[in-house]
């Protein structure tokens, strides 16, 4: 594989897990990237002294990162630890802060009054979720899949009993354990981290209830989340991985069933045995390759994960009462769940994310300062266009927030910025503003999402949210490895 050359499109987690996965392995890996940074999603914003994580703010799933890194042979390139609470919870009007903790009577003993016999259901629930993930994880999400009929074979190999799951959505299968409508949305919330909500996300994602509380739990990333990128990047940089920055690639060039080269929007040209997009899969295959299955028209048809807007705040003084992972819940959040497509413009209040990073990072921000990073899911560019009063929402978030800590912090802040949909889209090329592309539905997960090798092209493959297995950073890491088979596999023809 010495003489082999990839070129990988985007330097996002899976292109720079995929690239450092080629390049220990004797490949020859060039990078471009639209952007200024590497990243993608996974990034860092500072301005002002006060430093945020762009987009994720937490992981799942560590031993996807330390198999990587053990694949790579290297050590792992970033520290991090277990969160204990997961995160805290708080719904509206009502003053009680519930703490998801690991601790199964730490847990119950704060719904004792709301969910009689809470620990018996939840350890019922969790077995039921822990079945779907060890049932599936290898068989469905850990494998490549060559046909729809291949596809097909391996499901068939799943316990049958997991079959009604999938007629169910995630909140109808959590309402099957539970009777307090508090408990409900508490414990279903995970269904908005796939991006979209458990009124309209399978009920067989329950299985992440199980990843958060008994298998493996979430972590922080010591120093902020970005430390992933600048470890892996330190890697590359050791096997001599070239990055080249703020080339867009637009066009492209073929030969028969091979791509030739692709043409930047300088009009340089790029060429290698082998091409790995790290775009969108998706809106690539419709935007550069001009598949007409991919068309504007054809992507609008799919079903996306929510638009974000995101809140960086530097405030000038120290949040004491607010634990580092929060949500909050509005009065209208089923409402919400259920409408935010249908009508989006009377959602000012809705479910949000607190995310104060200084608080285990103070190196994030000034002596006696807080970084505070606020997540809100909202609808796409196809549903909401017009971002023109984004202000209006983000102030509305900001004072219900301080409603809720019982501190204005409006006379606080000192740094502000925020990104809407369209932000999201033009900075990181996502659909529409989609966060996390493709959403997961029953027609667009394993084979029937968008492959990750190219239907015309043999030399051309992907890897990332869009493709399998789907979005969130150990689905990336998993995407990159899947995506390098495939490579080997060509390169050995």
Known sequence: ????????????ISGLAAALRLATNGFQVTIVEKAATAGGRLNKLSFDGFSFDTGPSFFSMSYEFEQFAKDCKINLPFKYYPLDPLYVVNLSNNPKYFHLFKNEAKLAEQFKDIEPEFEQKFNKYLSKAGDMFHDTINIVIKSNFDSYLHYCRNLMKVNPSHLPVLMRNFYNQVSRYFDSDTVKQIISLVAFFLGRTPFDTMGIYTLLSYTEFKHDGYHNVIGGMYKIVEGILEELKKHNVKIYFNTEIVDFQSNGSKLSAFIDNNGNSWSADIYLINSDAAYFRGKVLKRKDFSQSQLD????????????????????????????????????????????????????????????????????????????????????????????IVNSIIQDFSKRIGININNHIIAKRFFTPIDWQNKFNLYRGSGLGLAHNMWQIGAFR?????????????????????AGLPMGIISSKLAFERIVHYAQK
């Open 1 to 12: 594989m010495q003489n082999k050359s990839v070129l990988v499109v985007g330097a996002g």
């Open 301 to 392: 048809k799919m079903q996306w994960t929510m638009g974000y807007l995101t809140i960086y705040l530097g405030l000038n003084i120290k949040l004491n009462n607010v634990a580092h992972h929060n949500y909050f819940l509005g009065e209208n959040y089923t409402d919400y769940a259920k409408n935010v497509y249908r009508n989006p413009d009377t959602l000012e209040k809705p479910y949000y994310y607190v995310n104060v990073i200084s608080k285990h990072n103070s190196e994030l921000a000034p002596v006696g300062c807080e970084s505070v990073f606020i997540v809100c899911p909202v609808p796409d560019l196809r549903y909401k266009n017009n971002w023109d009063g984004a202000d209006v």
């Open 450 to 470: 968008p492959k990750n090798y190219d239907e015309v092209f043999e030399n051309v493959f992907y890897a990332g949210a869009s493709t399998h297995p789907g």
